[in-house]
C-alpha cells in the first residue's frame, strides 16, 4: 500500500493570450505553487478492476473521475487486463474550486500505480497522458513553484528556483455552482484578456527578489474580469476579503473560489472571525 498527500494548486499569475492557436486554443502562461491545503490517498494493487472508494457524496466513483481515468490509461500502456487497484480518497480540497484536487489526486494515482505495476513512464508517455489529462495534471506531477507553458494540449513546466515568502491564504468558497472551464473559455472577455504580459514579467521578478510586496501587487488571473461578469459572488467576496485586511485578493484559476493573501496568522485568523458567518465554507491555509 503507498499513502500519499496531494496538495492543492494555487495560480499566482495566469495570462491568456488573446491570439488563437490554429487549432482554436488560447496560448497560457501561469505561475504555480502550491499551498497547505490536501487530499489523501491509499493505493494498493487488487484484482483486475480500479476501485475508488470515498466518503465525499460529490466526488465520481467511475470513469468521471481524473484518478480513475488515469489508472485506466496507464493499464492500457501497461497492455495488461489483469491490473487492478483499490484507491481510497479522503477529501479536503474544495471539488471544482479552482485548486486543481482532481488533477493532484490524479498525478499521485499516476505515481503510486507506476511502482505498484512496475512501470517506467517516457517523457512522450507522460506528455500523450497530459494531452488527455489536462495541464493541472502536468503541473502536479512536478509541483513547487513553477511557470506553466499551455500551447493547446503541449504544457511545458519550468521549475522556478526560488522560495515565496510566507503568506498566510484565506479561501472561500461561495455555495454558487461552479461553471465548467470550457464554459469559461466560451465565454472569455477577449477585450480583457492578453494585456498584462508586463505584470507578469513583474511577478517573476518580484518572485527573484523575494519582494512581498512587489509579488502581492503583480498577482493577475485573466479569468476573472470574464467570470465575475456573470458571477458578481467573485466579486463581492474579493471586496469582503479586501475590507476584512487581504493584502490582495485573487480569483482561483477558473473559479469561483477567492483567494485572499495575509501577512500574519493574527490577521487571517481575524478575517475569518469575521466572514465565518457570511461563507460556510471557508479556509486558512497557507503557500508551500
Known sequence: ???????????????????????????VDYIDCQINLFDELLIEQKGQDIEIICDNPNVPKNKENLIYKAAQLLKDIKGDKKLGAKIILKKSIPIKAGFGGGSSDAAATLQALEKLWKIKLTKDQVSNLAKKLGKDFYYSL??????????????????????????WVLIIVPSAQK????????????KSIGQSFDRFKRLKKAISENNKENILGSVYNDFEKSVSSHYPVVKKIKEDLTKAGASA?????????????????????????????KYSQIFITKII
Open 249 to 277: 485578493a485573487l480569483m482561483a484559476g477558473a473559479g469561483l473560489s477567492v483567494v485572499g493573501f495575509f501577512n500574519s496568522s493574527q490577521k487571517v485568523k481575524e478575517a475569518k472571525r469575521k466572514l465565518t458567518n
Open 179 to 190: 461553471p465548467s472551464t470550457s464554459w469559461v473559455y466560451e465565454h472569455l472577455n477577449t
Open 1 to 27: 500500500m503507498i499513502k500519499k498527500r496531494t496538495f492543492a494548486k494555487l495560480d499566482l499569475a495566469i495570462h491568456i493570450s488573446s491570439n488563437k492557436l490554429n487549432d482554436g486554443h488560447y496560448p
Open 142 to 167: 512536478h509541483g513547487g513553484l513553477a511557470e506553466v507553458q499551455g500551447r493547446g494540449k503541449n504544457y511545458k513546466v519550468i521549475p522556478l528556483s526560488y522560495r515565496l515568502p510566507k503568506f
